[in-house]
T-cell receptor, first 113, second 110 residues
């Protein structure tokens, strides 16, 4: 099993450009999450999904959109990138909420100039 | 709202014990977690504790929970250079989300 994979690993965007980050998991997990990690701020939840076809807002959803058309994939979109979105993005999945371990991908380092 | 706080840095000598502390605010938390992040990688679960427990030991790791003070700690015995990483405390309560702390960067020197 590959676990949780993320593509791409690195990306540099110019302000105003758009892109989509892809997260894939092969563990048949129901729950998937997108976080961003910034120095001194820990992990902040952007959006999450409790199952195929569902999405919900997290702590910092503005400027991002997500889709979960297939159970194994969770896409994070930036429609018009801003320098404030420079960060490391992590995807995670879990079998269920609350009591279950979240499995993390290796991260995508995004720089917006 | 819910908040989880940790100190940002800890430096220890190899072979000593490390103690990483965390405070949280959500009294309805049912599970508390410690995750480890090695350089350039995602987070991995180290251990967790149920809110009705005071202590959990797993090899070199000891987790202590003071529910009254909403204080969680992770003790690593005989700290090794391979333990150098960022350690995140997280709480899980009645929602579908975990709330993560800011992370504590542990540096182990010889």
């Amino acid at each position: 099993n590959a676990g949780v994979t993320q593509t791409p690993k690195f990306r540099v965007l110019k302000t105003g450009q758009s892109m989509t980050l892809l997260c894939a998991q092969d563990m048949n997990h129901e729950y998937m999450y997108w976080y961003r990690q910034d120095p001194g701020m820990g992990l902040r939840l952007i959006h999450y999904s409790v199952g195929e076809g569902t999405t919900a807002k997290g702590e910092v959803p503005d400027g991002y959109n997500v889709s979960r058309l297939k159970k194994q994939n969770f896409l994070l979109g930036l429609e018009s990138a801003a320098p404030s979105q420079t960060s490391v993005y992590f995807c995670a999945s879990s079998r269920a909420a609350r009591t279950y371990e979240q499995y993390f991908g290796p991260g995508t380092r995004l720089t917006v100039t | 709202g819910e908040d989880v706080e940790q100190s940002l840095f800890l430096s220890v000598r190899e072979g000593d014990s490390s103690v990483i502390n965390c405070t949280y605010t959500d009294s309805s938390s049912t599970y508390l977690y410690w995750y480890k992040q090695e350089p350039g990688a995602g987070l991995q679960l180290l251990t967790y504790i149920f809110s009705n427990m005071d202590m959990k030991q797993d090899q070199r790791l000891t987790v202590l929970l003071n529910k009254k003070d909403k204080h969680l700690s992770l003790r690593i015995a005989d700290t090794q250079t391979g333990d150098s990483a960022i350690y995140f405390c997280a709480e899980g309560g009645e929602t579908d989300k975990l709330i993560f702390g800011t992370g504590t960067r542990l540096q182990v020197f010889p």
